[in-house]
């Protein structure tokens, strides 16, 4: 199996050199990192500030995973869409300037009804979105979750451009829609550049509407949780052996990025998963 293996620097919890070189001890080869707000935002990295990051990742022997541009809510509003678009697109220059071609994000949820008015909306923000991306040969990547695999194709399929592609996160899968993490992989076949690797139980049925906050407002059960849970790689409902031959049957050759957003020893769980996944790729 040719993966990569990469690791979400915010998951770290600490600052971001301090994180590369831990991600580089672990036997990782690449990162993704928010570039949303903050010091890595477009309005911060100034041209010393982007040399001296990239100087950090070739000193630990990385690069780029990816680049997180999620925004945090969706383009289903088309009153936020313009400037919510100008951003994505900025982020998009920042990661080629990074070296990186892949920019992962939330779009919302996409609908199941194609005439529902939010599906017109996310297709125009996505076919904007495609065209900029396909002009720099990169890819704004759709992550995976919030709708069925089928659902998501479907709406990339109309777009008729890979610019806007997939980031096939499975445990968002197995947590929020109940989807088959493997049948995924071949449906989404022609769309994924990147993964990340995740592992979490469904706990119950949920409303995805209300799980990523796309419309208001949000009923006081979903405010307590209890839908879903995200746990250590290996230790939840994705079945890894069977997902990532998959991947390696459709030719991927990109990269899994082990993203952990919760627990109390995100260090040694996301240690656990590189071993995992390395383990389970042979090595």
Sequence with gaps: MEFSIGVMTDSFRTDFQTAVEKAAKMGAKGVQTHCTSGAFSPEQMTESRIRETKDILKSNGLVFSAICGDLGHGFGNAEMNKDNIEKSKRIMELAKKLDC????????????????????????????????????????????????????????????????????DPANLVMVTGDDPVQAVYTLKDYIVH??????????????????????????????????????????????????AALDDIGYKGFLTVERECGQTPEADIQTAVQYLMKCIGR
């Design 101 to 168: 071609d892949i920019v992962t994000t939330h779009i919302g949820v996409v609908p199941q009804d194609t005439a529902h008015p939010r599906y017109k909306i996310m297709q125009e923000a996505c076919f904007e979105l495609a065209e900029f991306a396909d002009t720099m040969q990169a890819h704004f990547a759709v992550e995976t979750g919030p709708e069925t695999a089928q659902v998501l194709k479907s709406f990339l399929d109309a777009l008729h451009s890979n610019g806007v592609a997939v980031n096939l």
């Design 195 to 244: 993964t990340h690797a995740k592992d979490g139980i469904k706990l119950k049925e949920s409303n995805p509407e209300y799980i990523y906050k796309v419309v208001h407002p949000i009923p006081d059960a979903y405010k307590e949780g209890g839908y879903f849970k995200e746990v250590p790689l290996g230790e939840g409902n994705v079945p890894f052996p069977q997902y990532l």
